[in-house]
Every structure is written in C-alpha cells, then in structure tokens.
C-alpha cells in the first residue's frame, strides 16, 4: 500500500479526525430524519420534524433495559461491537481531509470487514434470545450480506485500480486530481454498485423497509425487535452512522470536489459544509427514490444484488482492461 | 472539445449502451423490454451525433437522425402497438433466470473483451475503449434471444444486437459507407416488419407468442 | 452492358407481377420467360468472363461480375428458370383447388422475382456491404414465401428461419464491419473500401489478427445462411415447409450464394493471412455438416427433410472443397452446379408427391412408381444423382473432391467424409426405395402430368449427366479463372 502522503501529520490531523467523528456521530440521526421527512411530505403526510430520531435517542437512553431470560452474553456485547465498529468507519473513511495519517490504520478492505463485522454481530444478536422474528430478520439480513460483500469488495476495487491504491484517502484525492476520472464509466458503474449494496446494507427501500413492523417483510427491525433501552438506542445510532458513512463516502468518490487536501482550520470548516450539503442532496435522492419505489419481493433481493455485482464486475473491466 | 473528453463521452455512451442491453435482463415485462431497447438507441444516436459534431460529418447527422426516426421512434411504437394487440403476453417468461442471466452477461461482457482485444490494440482512434462493450451489447443481444420464450422478446433481443453492431461500425470506422449504412437500415427496417406480421400470424395461429410452443417441426 | 438485363429482367418481373391487379395467368408466364431469359443472360456473363475479364457497372464499379460471380449467376439464374417454369405447374394446381387466392398469387410472384434479384445482386455486388444487404435481403423475400400456406408448421418455419438467419447474417455484419475497420485503420479511408477487388488488392497490408476474427464471424454468420452445422437447425423446417419451387431455389441458388460471400471474404482473408487458417475453419465446419446430415438421415421419416439434410451434407462437401486449397475449389463449384440441377429436381418433384399422396412421411409414399411413372423416374434418376452415382455430375465432383482431399494431405479427414458418404448413402437410398416400389394405397389418383411438363426437369437432368461425363471445355476455363480469382 502506498502510505499517505501530503502535509497532514500530528496534531492537525487528529483534530480533523476527532471532528469528522464528532460530525458523523452528531449528523447521522438528522440525515436519517431527513429522509423520513422528505418522504412524509413527498408522500403527502406532515411528518416528524427532522430532528425526531435525536428525541428518540434521547427518550431511550433514558429507558429501563428488559433483557430476555433466554439471551446469553452475546446479547448484551452485540450493540456495543455494532456501535464501536460503525464509528471505527466513520473514522476511516475520508470525510473532511484526504489523505489523513489514519489512512495507514486502514485501508478499503479493512472498512469492509469492519462492516462485515458488524453485520455478523447484530445478526447473531437477532439469533440469540431465540425468537422467531430474530432468526428470520437474522437470515434474511445475513443472506444479503453475503451477496453484498462480494460487489463491495470488486467495486471498491475497481476504483482502487485507477488509483493504484486501495487506500480511501488515496482514492479520494486521486478524483480530485483528475477530475476526467470521474466520468469515467468505471468509475461511475462502481458508484452505482456501491449504491445499491448501500441501500441493502443500510437497509433502505427497495430491500428492506425502515419503517415496517410487518413480519413479513421487515429484515433489520427484526433482528433489533428484543432490544429495549440504551442497547436499542446504539443499535439504532450505529445505523443511523452506518448510513451516514455510506453516503459521505458515496458523496466523496462521486463527487469529491471540496474535500480538503490539506488539513487546515479553514478548508475543514468548508470541506465539513460541503460535506452536510452534499449527504443532504444524496440523502434527498434517497428519499425520493423510496418514495418511488415499492419494496421487491425478497426472492427479487438476490437479483438486484446480482444487478450490482454485475455492474462492479463490468467496472473492473473497464477499468482494467481499457487501460 | 479535447481528446480526453471525447473519448470519455464516447466510452460512457458504449457503457450506457451495453447497460440498457443488460437492463432488459434484469427487467420483466415487455413493454420494460421496449422502453430499454428506445433508450438503448437513444444513446447511440448521442454517440453518433457527439461523433458527427467532432469530425463535421454531415453523413453521420443523417445516420443519427436516420437512427432516431427508426430506433428510437417508430420501432419502440411500432413494438408496443404489436405488444397491445397481441395481449396477454406481457409475461416474458425467460428460460434462465435473472441472476444466472446476469452473471452470463458478465461473462459475455468478458469474452467481449478477450475478443476485441486486438481489435483495439490496432486501433488509433479515441473510441476504441467502447468497441468491448458494443460487441459486448452484440453478445447480449443474441443471449436475449436465445433465453426468451416470446415471440416480441426475441424481436427485442436482435434489435438489440443490431444496435451493438451500429455502435460497433461507429466507434470502429466512425461509420460504414452512407450506401452501406441506408441499405442495412432499410434491411432492419423491412426484417422488423417481416418479424412483426409473424408476431401476428404466430398468434392467430398458435394463440400466444411464446415460441416454445412451437414444436411441431421438431422431428 | 449484361449486368443491367441481368438484373433487370427478375426485377422487371418482379413489378409485373407486383402491379398487375388483379393477377392474370400471362403474368405467370412472362415471369417464367423472363427467367428463361435471366438464365441466358447469365450464359453470355459467363462466356464473357470465361478468360478471367471481369465487367463493371456503375459508379464507383458499383457492380462487378469476374468468372467466381458468373458460376454463381449460372447457378442461380439456372435454379430459378427450373423452378418457375415448373413452379407454374404447382402454381396452376394450387390455384385451381383454392388454396392460393389472386392476391397471394401475386405475392408469390412478386416475392419470387425479388428473392432471385437479391441472390443475383449478392453475387454481382462489388461492395461487401452490398452484398451483406442483398443477403440478408433474400432472408426477407424468403420468409413470406415459406409461410405462404400459412399451416402451423410454414409460420414456425418461416419464423424459425428469419430469427435466426437475421441473427446469423447479423454476425457476418460484425465480420464486415471488422474487416472495414481492417482497412480503414491499415490503408485509410478511401472510396470503395469495401470493394471486394480493392480488399484484395491490399490484403498483404491488412492486420492478420483481425482478418482472422473477421472471417469466424463471417464463416459463422453466413454459414447460417448457408445451412452449415451447427447453425443449420433452422433449415430443415424451412426447406420442408416452404413450397416446392422456392424450396427448389432455396436449396439450389441460395445456400450457394451464402457460401458465395464466404468465398469472397477466404479470398481477402488468404491473401492477408496466408497460411491455412480459413481452410482449416471451412475443413471442420464442412466435415461437421456432413457428419450432422449422416447422423440425421439415418431414421428421417420425412421426405422434405430427408432433402433438405441432404443439402447440408452437399453444403458441408463443397466447403470441404473450399478447403482443400486451388484442387478443391474447382472441385467444390462443380459440386455445387450439379447440387442445385439434381437437387432443385427432386425437391420440385417431392411438391408432385406430396401433392398426391398428401402426407410428407416416407412411410405415408409407396409404388410411386406405379402411380406417377414419370414423375417417379425423374425423381428416382434425381435422388441417384444426389447420391453420387455415375454418370451424374455429383459422382464426377465428389470424385475430385475427394482427390483434392487426399492430395492435399487429409488423408484422415477425407476417410471419415467419405465414410459419412456412404452412410448417407445407404440411409437415403433406403428411404427412397420404399417410396418408389411397393403397392400404392388404393384410394391414390395414378398418372403424370402431361409430359411436356416435365421438360424443364428433364434437361436439368440432361445438364447434370453431362456435367458427370466430361466437364466441357468453356467451363473448365470458367472454373480455372475461378481458382484465380480466389488465389490470385
């Protein structure tokens, strides 16, 4: 790996990482309050104000834990191991700065096993108190992931390849360097498959439905239903910045114009508007395409997953094979 | 424009191209089948006419313009009129299903580029990098064929080869001879409305369009 | 100045036949004239080409016709005068029992004529784009002809066959347009880049590497067309189920003319490549058909589709032939000439037959001998001639073929064609014996038509046992400027 580069070492640079993760942990439930507004008032009704899941967080925190007596230790680590893992992301994944002397703690592939990490963790939290619904949202949810890895790992490849580099920071500051990259059709088939793993991954529509308790169709709302009080709340929070890091980092390798090459106070401020303005575009985009789209059929999952992969497959051609 | 540009431009076009082709895959009903095939040649009349505007060929404003009235216009209408009256089979009942008909595709888009591989190691021009993926559109084209059981699908499907092959002799000759180019226009053209009073006839005769009914012959 | 009657006379017929409303019977005999006529024509084309000159027409040599192109004009020219003038035999019949209106009669003509336009445009085209339009124009013509019956089995016929010879001539689009890009990217754009002369011409400069690719998609797109294995599948529907005459033509001229373009392109592909690659391609593919046809001879209950594997059998011969390097390529046109006269017989014939005994099964045929005497022993001297027997010309061919084959060191190969050969032998003579003897079903209608009828049959026997007892002379200097053109 090539290791990061540019002049952002020592104290700078950790500030910068201790408020990219400050910002992530603080926006991430607004960003998903967003969506939900977006679409209440596209689809007609008034809904909750944005800020609503910072209430909800609030309200459970401050709740009693019931715990089932049939769930063993493992019950009780999962949402701290989903939390730690999602927030070790949102730190490795270029937000404000790139690159950034964390770059060297890890790379893509490091970012995917952490999600794959926490992805296994909550699934066998849906496993372990032994309830119907947890098993099923467990499988269902673990099933998804297993087709998703594949695509995140060849798409993120793909864009590695022009970059010669599996490093986030590295990637990101190659697009702005040369912007003509980025409208290559490499370039934009891997975004478009890391888009649609980002919705199955965040559990978005037209995967899983965020909003249901419908048994039938409901995937991660299953897997979390026996959780109660300040262990729902870091399971909901952790979605919550799993969502958000997808979309910033979507938002960076799109369009990564604004990311500050150099981590000085007055670029990060910008870098950090930039950045809330363009996950709030992204996440506009979202609820737009939710509210357009019904859920599929789960037996149709596993075909949008493969739509996926084949984009990845097609972008690692073209980006390799064309060069 | 510079070199780079155009050349991006060009290859997304080719992208855009083999991605409508792989969205039939993906999709289920006809009338989905005809509105990707529409848009499939809407992108190679963009690439045509991105083309024209760069090298000031006037003969390739008439190809695309050609293109737009037959591909984009009249056969899509033209699909969807058949596709009303022949009814009931908007169904289009493949013979693989979409997630090994994805990975074929993936794997033809392969070969595409084993194929081509010389082809664009000769080639100076700056469109070479889509002439994997319009052969790949040719390959995919030809899959969709060979996988579908209705009649109009399969129509769908040579379209869809057919338009590989266009944007093959564009981004490879930046376009056949202009009495070449009207007489394979007016060959689609007249094949496409062979095809369609077969629809009919396949029709009236069998009552559904799903080809695999067709059997009697198999001796 | 003959390009333009050539070409003119099928089309003038073909408008006749197109704009006369409603259908009168002396539009069907001025067709038939006309083709009589097309036929002569092609005869002073030939005796024109004999010393290796070549005509041109039109701007930009639009058209032009060396001795290869008058081989195929003969062929093609003869099949068709055959077939229409006995095809009005049929014609006459279909229409007195109602099973052809006037409006469909008029069609058949019309599409008739266009079908033999295209095949000859595809031969005297200089353009190899052209040429790919006139083939897979005749694809068109084609495809309402063989459902003019509109039966369950002429429309999955003729939808069989237009799928997947539009698909198959698709991929010879691929191989032209590879080929161009050949030539554009090696000599530069220039006009009449896709003159057949002019890529030869320039062959030595083309890159080996995509003139190979370009001629597998040439070989597979028109060996489609041409009812090559593996691509033949849709071939025996289309040849039983179309009507007599154009499955007369369509076996006699156009399987050939399809093979005609594969020609065209060896020529440039050699002349680029150099080794043996097209005659190592045409080698296997030729021996696979005649490997597919022996396999699905051996139990054909049908008579029509006992023909039409015999077609791909004599396909995959003569493309062994194009294999077989300068003594083969002789060998192979002689094959396809004696091909389409035996074969355009029978397959006119087998229309008698079925029309008769009203089923196309062999089992369904018997003491056709006794019921039809003629037509019988037309049919019978027609499949002995298909076979391979002395004195027909398919004997003499095959015989050179297989010489060429030895000569020029497959010994191997040759032996398993030649055992192919012989098993088709036995399996189709078998067939055919127990339609001509036995005892007729009762209820069976015996007699000919009126023997002068049966005329233009008789002399396209006549012509394929001359073909087998001495090769006259102005066609052997034809065929030898033939082998020129192909090798230079």
Known sequence: MIGAGGGATGLGAILVEVLQGLLALLLAPGIVGLVRFIKARLQGRRGAPPWQPYRELAKLFGKEMVVSRNASWIFGVAPYVVFASTLAVALLVPMLAAPLPIDRAGDLIVVVYLLLLGTFAIGLAGLDPGSAFGGMG?????????????????????????????????????????????????????????????????????????????????????????????????????????????????????????????????????????????????????????????????????????????????AITSSFLVE | MSVEIFTTVMTLASSLVLLAGIAILWRRSLPAYIHAFARQSFFIVVAVLVLAARERDRELVLVALLMFALKVVFMPAALRRVQRHVGADADVRPYVNTPVSLAIAGILTLVAYAVAQPVVALSHLPTRGGMPLALASVFVGLFIVASRRSALSQIVGFLVMENGIALLAVLATYGVPLIVELGVFLDVLLGFLVMQVFVYRIRDAFETTDVDRLRSLRH | MLLIPLLGSPLLAAALSWLVRPYRRWVGIASASLSVATFVIAILLARRCLDGAAIVLGPMEFLRADSLSAVFALLVAGGACVSTVFGRSYLDRERSDGRLGEDRLRRFHALTNVFIFTMLLAVTAHNVGIMWVAVEATTIATAFLIGLERSEGAIEASWKYILIGSIGIALAFVGTVLGYFDFVARVGPTDGALNWSVLVRVADRLDPDIMRLSFVFVLIGYGTKAGLAPMHTWLPDAHSEAPAPISAMMSGALLPVALYAVLRWKAVTDACVGDGFTDHMLMIIGALSVAVAAALLVRQAHYKRMLAYSSVEHVGLACLGFGFGPAGLPAALLHLLSHAAAKSTVFLLSGEILHRYRTTRVSGVSGLLKTMPLAGGLFLAGILGLLGLPPFGLFLSEFLLIRAGFAAGYPRLTGFVLLMVLLIFISLLGHVSRMLYGSPPEAIHRGDLPAARYVPIALSLAILVILGLVIPGPLASLLRSAVEVVYG
């Open chain 1, 138 to 314: 467990s499988s269902r949810a673990l099933t998804i992931a297993a087709l998703a890895e594949p695509t995140i790992a060849l798409a993120v490849f793909a864009l590695a390849v022009p970059a010669g580099s599996t490093n986030l920071g590295r990637i990101v500051a190659r697009a702005i360097e040369d912007p003509g990259g980025a409208l290559s059709p490499g370039h934009l088939m891997a975004l478009a498959a890391l888009f649609i793993v980002m919705l199955a991954e965040a559990g978005r529509l037209p995967v899983d439905n965020p909003a249901t308790h419908l048994e039938l169709t409901m995937i991660h709302e299953a897997m979390i239903l026996e959780y109660s009080g300040r262990s729902l709340a870091l399971l909901e929070w952790a979605a919550f910045l799993k969502f958000f890091v997808f979309l910033s980092l979507l938002a960076n390798l799109g369009l990564p114009w604004g990311v500050a090459l150099n981590p000085g106070a007055s670029a990060v401020l910008v870098a950090a508007a930039i950045l809330i303005v363009k996950v709030a575009l992204l996440a506009a985009a979202v609820a737009v395409l939710e509210t357009r789209l019904a859920k599929l059929r789960l037996f149709r999952v596993p075909e949008l997953l493969s739509v996926s992969f084949l984009l990845a497959l097609l």
